[in-house]
Structure formats: structure tokens, C-alpha cells
């Protein structure tokens, strides 16, 4: 399947280690488009490997992960507004 990983870290005391963590983890599954937003192919089992690592860092009363999900990526439309990152130039 195709996500697009989105997260959200409040920012305090606690919030740059949380964020570093979440990046970190997201990063060894998903391909980093910008900031706090991944996206790329992904078995089901995967994915639920993934989740169980985010829970161990996500702050649930503070901080938010949203996973949109396909079956592939060409049933995705995407259209850019401001600079393009080369990281997305292969996407269309």
C-alpha cells in the first residue's frame, strides 16, 4: 500500500527529543518529503511494525500522527504550490 505520514509535535520540553524520535522513525519505513511529512510503498505488516515503534515516542495528549492510506501511489494526484523539493521530483 501507499501512505502519506504526517506529524505533528508540540513543542516543550520534552517535544525536540519526541520530534527526533518520530523523524527517525519514520524514516527507516517512509521517504521524507518535507519537514514533518513522509510518504512511499508499504507492506500492511510494515506499517503495523511502525506504529507499534511510533506509540513508544507519540505524546498522545499533545501530539498527532495522521497516515493517509491507497492501494498504490498513481491514484494519488499531486500538485505542488511554492518550491518543489528534488526529494519529490520523481513523484507525479
Known amino acids: ?5 504526517i ?5 516543550d520540553d ?4 519526541a520530534s527526533r524520535n518520530i523523524f527517525k522513525i519514520c524514516k527507516k ?4 518529503v518535507q ?14 511494525q511502525m506504529k507499534l515503534e511510533l506509540n513508544r ?3 498522545k495528549n499533545k501530539d498527532s500522527i495522521i497516515i493517509f492510506k491507497s492501494r498504490e501511489e ?5 500538485e505542488f504550490w511554492g518550491k518543489e523539493d528534488e ?3 520523481n513523484f507525479f
Not at 500500500?1 to 505520514?5: D, F, I, Q, S, T
Not at 519505513?29 to 521524507?32: D, E, K, P, Q, V
Open 14 to 17: 520534552n517535544g525536540a527529543k
Open 74 to 78: 498513481r491514484w494519488l494526484k499531486k
Open 57 to 59: 515516542h507519540i505524546r
Open 29 to 32: 519505513y517512509l521517504t521524507h
Open 87 to 89: 526529494k519529490t521530483s
Open 1 to 5: 500500500m501507499y501512505v502519506v505520514l
Open 35 to 48: 519537514k514533518s511529512v513522509f510518504e512511499g510503498d508499504i507492506s500492511p505488516a510494515l506499517l503495523q
Open 7 to 11: 506529524y505533528d509535535v508540540e513543542v
